[in-house]
């Protein structure tokens, strides 16, 4: 993985036009406050695929996302700790050592098992839907898009993330990271998914989705400074593995700080003519 450092995309105009002595104060622009942008959520999903208990959480984040939107309530499977799988000679398995980085810095003690916002703690899934709507009624002091370009003769992504402050200054940390959907894969789960008393079996064709794949700028991310009205740029590039499928998968980038994630938001790859 390579990385580019900053740059700035827009100066602030306000601070040239000020600057020319010969324009009159009268004709001068007056500052305008960028529009209020909604929050959204990042739920951090503590999964494991030998955990009988996940897809029932992975069922309340398909009723959440059904509900609210999959823009507006962004989920992670990060897939983690003792009863998460690294996959074998015969099966696949999703846990990374960033999944459980994150699972042990949470101290995340049972599973499934998930972080709204990064803030209010570790929460069990039956929690979720009153926490996820709490973060949705809050407005974002930061707007943040994704553009980003994607060569497959040399699986190379090139990423460009735009980042506006909105309301007052933000400091804190930005983090991107790749996800991948429509993955078949052995889970462990109860017979019924909905039903924890209906016996358990392997299913090796269960479907996973947003599982973690990596960090694109490392474990926890890059600083990042923002000011009210300005707009700034952040490039990356990060090389594919050969396992991932390109068209399955997302860009997450989202900042946070001490308070909690500010905003987060998504996008698909988007591969070369």
């Known amino acids: 993985m390579r990385m580019k450092r900053v740059f700035h995309i827009i100066a602030a105009l306000s601070a040239f ?16 406050k960028p529009a209020q942008v909604s929050r959204h959520v990042l739920i951090e999903d ?46 696949a398995g999703f846990m990374t050592d960033l999944g459980n980085a994150y699972y042990n810095y949470w101290q995340v003690e049972y599973q499934p098992a998930g972080v709204i916002n990064r803030n209010g703690g570790v929460l069990n899934y039956t929690d979720w839907q009153t926490k996820v709507y709490n973060e949705l009624q809050k407005e974002a002091p930061l707007s943040l898009t994704i553009d980003n370009s994607y060569d497959p003769s040399t699986r190379q992504l090139m990423i460009l993330v735009t980042a506006q402050g909105i ?8 983090q991107l990271w790749l996800t991948e959907n429509d993955l078949t894969a052995l889970q462990v789960r109860y017979n019924t998914i909905s039903d924890a008393g209906s016996g358990q079996i392997s299913d090796a064709n269960y479907i996973h989705n947003h599982v973690l794949r990596d960090a ?18 952040y490039t990356y590039t990060y090389t594919l593995d050969e396992r991932w499928t390109p068209d399955n998968m997302n860009i997450v980038a989202f900042v946070y700080n001490d308070e909690g994630v500010q905003q987060v938001v998504q996008s698909g790859i988007t591969q070369l003519k």
């Open 17 to 32: 036009l000020t600057s020319c002595s010969h324009v009159d104060e009268s004709e001068r622009l007056i500052y305008v």
């Open 46 to 91: 503590f999964t494991g695929q030998r955990c009988v208990n996940c897809p029932m959480a992975t069922a309340e984040i398909a009723k959440l996302q059904e509900q609210y939107g999959a823009d507006n309530v962004i989920a992670v499977g990060i897939h983690s700790g003792p009863l998460g799988f690294a996959g074998n000679a015969k099966a």
């Open 167 to 174: 309301d007052g200054n933000t400091e804190g940390k930005l």
């Open 216 to 233: 694109v700028n490392g474990q926890w991310g890059d600083d990042i400074t923002l000011r009210e009205g300005v707009l700034k740029g």
